[in-house]
């Protein structure tokens, strides 16, 4: 079972979430420079280019020594989802209306993001982790709303991101810290996998493959 080094008695703000690939990262990046560049852009603090992914759900803070049995349970449930393509839409405010919080990018396949949220729900609660009670609305964060002010989000000339496909889940660790939040990869986890072995199902995130992120930098 992988382990992840912390101390006895320890916590780990985490969340588990589809990583966005380069070409699609950079495509982001690029509406977010042309929405930042419009009135009201300076409104939104606009995610760092490395930052963005798809919250499939988030733990908040977990036991160090539950995080074993967490992977262990994702690995399987990812690995009876099939894999599927990830298309991106325009950018909108969400939520709707005057609650809106952030810019986000809707996705679709809709069904399948759902299936599979779903069966990280299933995971969490496996391993004791209270029931989420929001409902799954899957998008892609591109900026937060630091108040009501808002730049217009249609007619963009830059090119929309690319589809990709999807074949694994992701397990963050995240941290607060003065600069923002740091993401590190603990744990990928690979879908349409059934009957891979335990050791398949899971493989340790490390710094050399995806470094730290800081959520506070500009785009």
């Not at 690029?30 to 409104?43: F, S, T, W, Y």
């Not at 986890?189 to 493959?209: I, N």
Request: net charge neutral.
């Amino acid at each position: 079972m992988m382990s992840f080094g912390r101390k006895q008695g320890a916590v780990v703000r985490s969340f588990v979430a589809i990583a966005v690939p380069e070409p699609v990262r950079v495509a982001c990046a690029a509406q977010a420079v042309e929405l930042a560049g419009r009135p009201a852009g300076d409104a939104v603090r606009w995610v760092h280019t490395g930052n963005y992914h798809v919250t499939l759900r988030f733990f908040g803070n977990v036991d160090a020594e539950r995080l074993p049995e967490l992977v262990s349970e994702l690995g399987r449930a990812a690995a009876a989802v099939p894999a599927f393509e990830l298309s991106l839409g325009p950018p909108h405010p969400f939520p709707p209306g005057r609650r809106a919080k952030v810019v986000a990018l809707s996705l679709q396949p809709e069904a399948q993001l759902l299936a599979l949220a779903e069966e990280m729900e299933r995971a969490a609660q496996a391993v004791g982790l209270e029931p989420e009670t929001r409902r799954f609305h899957a998008h892609l964060t591109l900026g937060r709303i630091r108040n009501r002010r808002l730049p217009r989000l249609d007619g963009l000339h830059t090119p929309p991101p690319p589809p990709w496909p999807v074949r694994e889940i992701v397990l963050y660790r995240s941290d607060l810290e003065r600069a923002g939040a740091r993401y590190t990869p603990l744990a990928h986890c690979p879908l349409d996998a059934v009957g891979a072995s335990p050791e398949a199902l899971a493989r340790p995130g490390t710094m050399e493959l995806e470094p730290p992120r800081f959520e506070s930098d500009s785009p």
